[in-house]
């Protein structure tokens, strides 16, 4: 196991670093999101009974900033060890591809949940509640941040260039997060976009994530967890058989 604890502390250690941009940016941007969304409609939007709108849109904002951010881990690593060529280091020594790929999505899943934390902690000036679930809340945050880490692997190793990678984020990764209910309730849609709602596994993510601050969500957790375990599941083995064949990373 000491190459598997070599990789995950050069990962780790890799976005500590430079903690200003991989952490303090992604808490930055979610707190402007807060400020701007949560002025404009607090009085306006109600999501749940009870529970106000910049209160609502705290778990989301939280969960979308470890997606982001679990995802933009793994790929950005992969992708700049392919460019610059120091990917053979990792490629040489006796580490199997479980632990290469173990490595890479624990390493995202941290940076993804110390961003969640950061955000978390700096909107609690701005809005108070009570966390009704906390297993959910920790069960949604390493599911979603492992999923995330997964896809980010995928995309680091099948992208050749950072345009390719930025696209993979751009028109992916960025329309899945934002339309997946993290500023609305998917009850205040149209039927036919609530059911699109459906398809997209980001939504459940974030609404199962929601559920555990508050004891209310638009779908049930247990539906919630079944399906971002399911993809998980999926992701984690295409991931691992990109990595078993070398796909774009042996020769």
Known sequence: M???????YKECLRF???????????VLTAVL????FGHVLEDHVQPFPGVSYTAFLV????MMTVLQNAFANSSSSLIQSKITGNIVFVLLPPISYREFYAAYVIAAVLRGAACGVGVLAVS???????IAQPGWIIAFTLLGGAFLGSLGVIAGIWADKFDQLAAFQNFLIMPLTMLSGVFYSIHSLPAFWQGVSHFNPFFF??????????????????TSISVVTACFVVLAVVTL???????????
């Open 124 to 130: 609690l000036p701005f809005v108070s509640f009570n």
């Open 241 to 251: 058989q990109m990595l078993a064949r070398g796909y774009k990373l042996r020769a």
């Open 16 to 26: 500590w670093k430079v903690g200003f941009q991989t952490v303090l940016s992604p």
């Open 59 to 62: 778990p989301g904002l939280v």
């Open 2 to 8: 000491e190459g598997f604890k070599t990789l995950l």
């Open 33 to 36: 999101y807060l400020l701007i």
């Open 205 to 222: 993510m974030i609404d199962g994530f929601r559920y555990g601050f508050f004891g209310a969500s638009d779908v049930s957790p247990w």
